[in-house]
């Protein structure tokens, strides 16, 4: 047999993470790679939920996240911490995903050493550098220069051939978050104390419509998450509804929202939710609220409406096929639409029933055959 392909996935975040666990099990599995794992530690305590959930010891453990860290400081960081790990493991290829600091920055540090990059979740634009910032920017500096591009869906891929990327290079291959999210609604399937811990809150909250958010955008900082936060109060004073928002570790996020939201009757401010945990959040909500990415691409996959607070999306499928719609950080606005889908039954069943435009469960496997065959 000949010599397997050496694969170095590197990631740092709660999203990468979720997205790219179902990819680690494939390569660990599979003969045709020798597969390694270095994550940057970008994110620390919500990292490692998804790892321990996940069962990925990483090779690497760069341990970078500060607290209230600066873009170029970390940045800088990571540069040289991945490069230090290409330099000893001298992998054949660097896989990255999405458009963070550690993905941008991994691919940069690959480049730098003439290691080919393989860009799992390429092809998102807003054609807006501000939104999202800074990962509009991110994902393109990946783009320019990966030689495998995963686009989760034709847009992406459309959006990649747009910027005259080779087209043998673009594997259209779905989002692997749905894989995971396959994944992990199995495992609690086998055990379902792994979801269990939100009982005492859905007793609580027994007979009310639940609306779960999330929010964490660095361009929504300051009056965009105020705004936020305005409207999480005045849909909160509806008194046949109960938010439940796992708040995002960053301390940015927290204090607008601990200040503004804590106490409220109809509000649960929570710690960061595993990843089993999410899942059930995501079943037993009626609708979701958010500026997540990953969470427009897996509620549509339970059935559930997504209000997006943000001006513009990446994510126009969503959009396009009914399951999403931009609300932008307007709180007049915000409330507007989640009473709208509230109180208007076809409404709502109209975005419930829309099809899931992400993926089927089967990215994984489409992205492992590209690479075993590049
Ligand atoms: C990062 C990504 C963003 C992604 C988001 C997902 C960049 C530039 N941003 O943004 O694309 O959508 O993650 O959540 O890559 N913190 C903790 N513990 C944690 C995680 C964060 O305490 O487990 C706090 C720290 O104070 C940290 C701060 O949050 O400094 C910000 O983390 P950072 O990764 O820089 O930014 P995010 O807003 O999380
Ligand atoms: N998520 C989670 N626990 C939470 C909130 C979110 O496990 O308390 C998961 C969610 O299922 C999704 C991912 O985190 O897969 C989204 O991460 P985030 O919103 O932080 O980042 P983004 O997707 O916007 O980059």
Not at 7 to 23: D, H, M, N, Q, W
Not at 306 to 331: C, I, Q, S
Not at 348 to 371: C, Q, T, W
Request: aromatic share 4%.
């Amino acid at each position: 047999m000949s010599k397997p392909i050496k694969i170095l996935s590197v990631f740092g975040t709660r999203p990468e993470a979720i997205k790219f666990f179902p990819l680690v099990h494939a390569l660990d599995a599979d003969d045709r790679f020798d597969s390694r794992v270095c994550v940057s530690g970008q994110h620390r305590g919500m990292l490692d939920q998804v790892l321990e959930i996940a069962g990925i010891v990483p090779h690497h453990d760069l341990d970078l996240m500060q607290p209230d860290q600066t873009l170029d400081a970390l940045t800088a960081n990571l540069l040289t911490g991945i490069g230090r790990v290409l330099d000893e493991e001298k992998p054949d290829w660097v896989i990255v995903q999405g458009d963070t600091a550690t993905a941008m920055s991994g691919a940069l540090a690959a480049y730098y050493r003439k290691i080919p990059v393989a860009h799992v979740e390429a092809g998102l634009r807003s054609g807006n550098i501000h939104h999202p910032w800074p990962e509009e920017v991110n994902r393109k500096i990946v783009g320019s220069f990966a030689a495998l591009h995963f686009a989760p869906t034709e847009t992406a891929a459309n959006a990649l051939r747009r910027e005259a990327i080779d087209p043998a290079s673009i594997h259209v291959t779905g989002n692997t978050v749905i894989d995971a999210l396959h994944w992990i609604t199995g495992e609690i399937a086998k055990k379902p104390d792994l979801a269990g811990d939100l009982a005492d809150l859905e007793q609580r909250f027994t007979g009310k419509r639940i609306i779960g958010v999330t929010s964490h955008r660095r361009e929504n900082f300051g009056g965009g998450m105020e705004a936020i936060a305005e409207a999480i109060r005045r849909i909160a004073a509806r008194d046949d509804v109960a938010m439940i928002f796992p708040v995002h570790l960053n301390p940015n996020v927290r204090k607008v929202m601990n200040a503004e939201l804590d106490g409220l009757e109809n509000v649960a401010l929570i710690e960061p939710l595993d990843y089993p945990h999410f899942a059930r959040l995501l079943d037993i909500c009626t609708l979701m609220l958010t500026d997540s990415g990953g969470v427009q691409e897996e509620a549509p996959a339970l059935g559930k409406p997504v209000l997006v607070m943000r001006e513009t999306t990446e994510r126009p499928e969503g959009v396009e096929a009914g399951t999403a719609k931009l609300v932008g950080t307007d709180a007049d606005v915000i409330v507007r639409e989640c009473n709208h889908l509230l109180d208007n039954e076809a409404a709502y069943s109209a975005m419930s029933k829309a099809h899931n435009p992400f993926g089927d469960g089967k990215s994984v496997a489409r992205i492992v055959e590209a690479l075993a065959g590049g």
